[in-house]
């Protein structure tokens, strides 16, 4: 098994649109799908990024707010998943709640042992 990285982009502004009553539901409908993600051994992590940080350039010597990237280049939230193969974690992705908003993408990446670069 390997682990992958889920990053979640877009959807941010459809959501902003729903009622309070439509965004609980759509919150329950991630926790029922990161539930099962838990249940079938695939979660290891996961949770929402912050919508502003800093960007550091340079080693320190600029320093930036941010990340202001477009809409639907937004980071949203990350999952750490366990899956036998990168097909295996891209078919798991496509079960994914940011679908029903406008979320533009999954990303889906293999987290690499640092082991194979030494």
Request: aromatic share 12%; proline share 3%; charged share 25%.
């Amino acid at each position: 098994m390997s682990n992958f990285l889920y990053l979640f982009r877009g959807g941010e502004k459809a959501f902003q649109k729903l009622s309070q009553e439509e965004k609980q539901a759509h919150m329950e409908e991630w926790g029922k799908w990161m539930g099962g993600l838990k249940e079938k051994g695939h979660l290891l992590d996961g949770l929402p990024l912050a919508e502003n940080g800093k960007v550091v350039h340079n080693r320190g010597e600029l320093v930036t707010n941010g990340p202001y990237a477009e809409g639907a280049e937004f980071v949203g939230g990350y999952l750490i998943i366990s899956a036998g193969s990168l097909d295996e974690a891209t078919e798991i992705s496509k079960g994914c709640p940011i679908f029903d908003y406008d979320g533009s993408f999954v990303e889906v990446r293999q987290i690499m042992d640092l082991g194979e670069y030494v």
